[in-house]
């Protein structure tokens, strides 16, 4: 009987990851999420060996089946709570244990986590947000943050992440910062965003605590004549120890669609 694919990774593991674009897709990893997501068979890519394609079944699912595995996967997460000590979890993960919960400060903002793995806020957090801050949680090694700053394709386990990473947050944050004027100041008065020296010459730099130990800075560099406007996110070369690739790539995930609905709600 044929497999389906459990994540993305396990796609990409089979692709030459040569951007040859003889599927149609600009890259490996598009090609990845296209078949992934059920969009197209893995027989598209002439470079995997026809006995491969044998094992695996197209992908029978939607796009939107996407976000019930994100809830499933939410909920098993907030299961394996139960398992960690969360009072002797507060050094590590930079919170404080009281009455029974363990608060982070996310954005700014309490967020606190029972035994049972419910979650309490004043402010809304998604799914896309409340994974990483879970994930956080159960594997932060508690690593100092360094205060040096890197991008995901440079974290050890950042290269096959990133070109994904790229299209699903940099690219779409960059186009809210196109049109959306006061998106900076707005995550300096309301998620308690640090503006800092420019980082690598750009116009505007902020640094966000998301997690205690995960700080991210977003670097925008404004329309110039010749020149299109760009916006990088940057972790700190300690992220991964502390939340792992792919909790990365949710937190950034999340908290991109945090701020659209942001610039919804104040317009841009």
Same mark, same amino acid.
């Given at each position: 009987?044929?497999?389906?694919?459990?994540?993305?990774?396990?796609?990409?593991?089979?692709?030459?990851?040569?951007?040859?674009? *003889?599927?149609?897709?600009?890259?490996?990893? #598009?090609? /990845? +999420?296209?078949?992934?997501?059920?969009? $197209?068979?893995?027989? &598209?890519?002439?470079?995997?060996?026809?006995?491969?394609?044998?094992?695996?079944?197209?992908?029978?699912?939607?796009?939107? *089946?996407?976000?019930?595995?994100?809830?499933? #996967?939410? /909920? +098993?997460?907030?299961?394996?709570?139960? $398992?960690?000590?969360? &009072?002797?979890?507060?050094?590590?993960?930079?919170?404080?244990?009281?009455?029974?919960?363990?608060?982070?400060?996310?954005?700014?903002?309490?967020?606190?986590?029972?035994?049972?793995?419910?979650?309490?806020?004043?402010?809304?957090?998604?799914?896309?947000?409340?994974?990483?801050?879970?994930?956080?949680?159960?594997?932060?090694?508690?690593?100092?943050?360094?205060?040096?700053?890197?991008?995901?394709?440079?974290?050890?386990?950042?290269?096959?992440?990133?070109?994904?990473?790229?299209?699903?947050?940099?690219?779409?944050?960059?186009?809210?910062?196109?049109?959306?004027?006061?998106?900076?100041?707005?995550?300096?008065?309301?998620?308690?965003?640090?503006?800092?020296?420019?980082?690598?010459?750009?116009?505007?730099?902020?640094?966000?605590?998301?997690?205690?130990?995960?700080?991210?800075?977003?670097?925008?560099?404004?329309?110039?004549?010749?020149?299109?406007?760009?916006?990088?996110?940057?972790?700190?070369?300690?992220?991964?120890?502390?939340?792992?690739?792919?909790?990365?790539?949710?937190?950034?995930?999340?908290?991109?669609?945090?701020?659209?609905?942001?610039?919804?709600?104040?317009?841009?």
């Amino acid at each position: 009987m044929s497999a389906q694919f459990k994540n993305l990774m396990e796609v990409l593991k089979l692709l030459p990851k040569t951007n040859c674009r *003889k599927c149609n897709e600009k890259t490996c990893m #598009a090609f /990845a +999420a296209a078949v992934f997501i059920g969009d $197209k068979p893995l027989s &598209q890519c002439p470079m995997v060996p026809v006995d491969m394609v044998a094992n695996y079944d197209t992908q029978h699912r939607k796009i939107n *089946k996407i976000e019930q595995e994100r809830d499933e #996967a939410l /909920a +098993a997460l907030k299961n394996s709570i139960r $398992k960690v000590n969360l &009072q002797a979890s507060a050094e590590r993960t930079g919170g404080a244990y009281n009455d029974k919960k363990l608060t982070l400060k996310i954005m700014g903002k309490d967020f606190s986590v029972d035994s049972d793995g419910n979650l309490y806020t004043d402010i809304h957090v998604n799914p896309w947000v409340a994974m990483p801050i879970l994930s956080y949680i159960r594997h932060c090694k508690g690593t100092p943050v360094s205060g040096q700053w890197t991008s995901m394709r440079e974290l050890p386990g950042g290269k096959d992440w990133y070109q994904f990473f790229n299209h699903q947050c940099e690219k779409p944050l960059k186009k809210l910062a196109d049109t959306y004027t006061d998106l900076f100041q707005d995550l300096v008065d309301i998620f308690n965003g640090q503006k800092t020296n420019n980082h690598d010459q750009a116009d505007i730099s902020v640094i966000l605590h998301p997690l205690p130990r995960v700080p991210m800075m977003i670097c925008y560099w404004r329309t110039e004549e010749g020149m299109e406007s760009n916006l990088n996110l940057f972790f700190d070369v300690t992220a991964e120890e502390n939340l792992g690739i792919e909790g990365l790539y949710s937190l950034g995930t999340g908290i991109v669609r945090m701020f659209e609905k942001l610039a919804l709600r104040h317009g841009s």
